[in-house]
């Protein structure tokens, strides 16, 4: 992690990040659909993150559209494999949900699928990406890494090493990662740090065991943090204290 410089000579912390969302991150309370209010307050907290030159990718989820354990069970009408591939294209249409919303606050975005879908979006292409980003575009990483079985928070790790970013920043509705779920706890506590290995061995719902697998091998931090507190995003890009910080160590480095 280096710090990088904008255009008015103003530090940033991080270089490039990739920006992990819920599907459900894009609606309303129900958690299903796509709110464009909800869809805006997030392309709004980017395009301040995005202003400080910080270069972003984002992976969105498609829970808000279809979960793969609708179809799970032995009396299951969808192959599982198949319903993770249904899972994709949810991704695909919330990529480009939120494609036309940082669009509307006057952001250049790009949409790359690793599901080859030429219509609507760009196969996804690491040394394109890499150059989308030079240019200071956004990059919506649709449809995962292409294959089923893999979670898109697998897929955030997998592309945070291809493009060579310095930080995951995943994105949920609670402050951090806590001892337990919060909003069933209530005297669940709060971590300011922990490291790969703890959030192994006290079995924390942070990322799937791939994705902190990833992470921890290539020594890649994770920041957890809501997104849903107005301008935590652009906390979170600029190095600020928020959220819980996951590394090789229990300190931020």
Not at 50 to 69: D, K
């Amino acid at each position: 992690m280096t710090d990088a410089t904008d255009s008015d000579n103003q530090p940033i912390h991080y270089r490039r990040v990739i920006l992990k969302l819920s599907g459900e991150s894009l609606a309303d309370g129900g958690g299903r659909g796509i709110s464009a209010q909800e869809a805006g307050s997030i392309a709004k907290q980017i395009f301040l993150a995005h202003q400080s030159g910080c270069q972003i990718a984002i992976v969105i989820g498609g829970g808000n559209i279809l979960r793969g354990a609708q179809f799970s069970g032995g009396n299951a009408l969808v192959d599982e494999a198949t319903a993770h591939y249904m899972g994709m294209l949810a991704t695909t249409i919330n990529s480009l949900a939120m494609q036309d919303a940082l669009e509307s606050c006057g952001m250049q975005t790009r949409v790359m699928s690793a599901i080859p879908n030429e219509k609507i979006a760009e196969t996804f292409i690491r040394r394109r990406a890499i150059r989308h980003l030079e240019k200071q575009r956004v990059v919506i990483l649709a449809a995962g890494i292409g294959n089923p079985f893999v979670t898109t928070d697998t897929a955030a790790a997998q592309r945070a090493l291809e493009l060579d970013a310095d930080i995951v920043l995943k994105a949920t509705r609670v402050d951090g990662v806590y001892s337990d779920d919060p909003e069933q706890n209530p005297h669940a506590v709060l971590y300011e740090t922990l490291s790969y290995d703890e959030v192994v061995s006290k079995k924390l719902r942070v990322m799937d065991a791939t994705a902190i697998a990833l992470c921890r091998e290539y020594e890649k931090p994770i920041l957890v943090f809501n997104f849903k507190k107005e301008g935590n995003i652009v906390k979170a890009i600029s190095g600020q204290s928020v959220g819980t910080w996951i590394g090789a160590n229990n300190e931020e480095g």
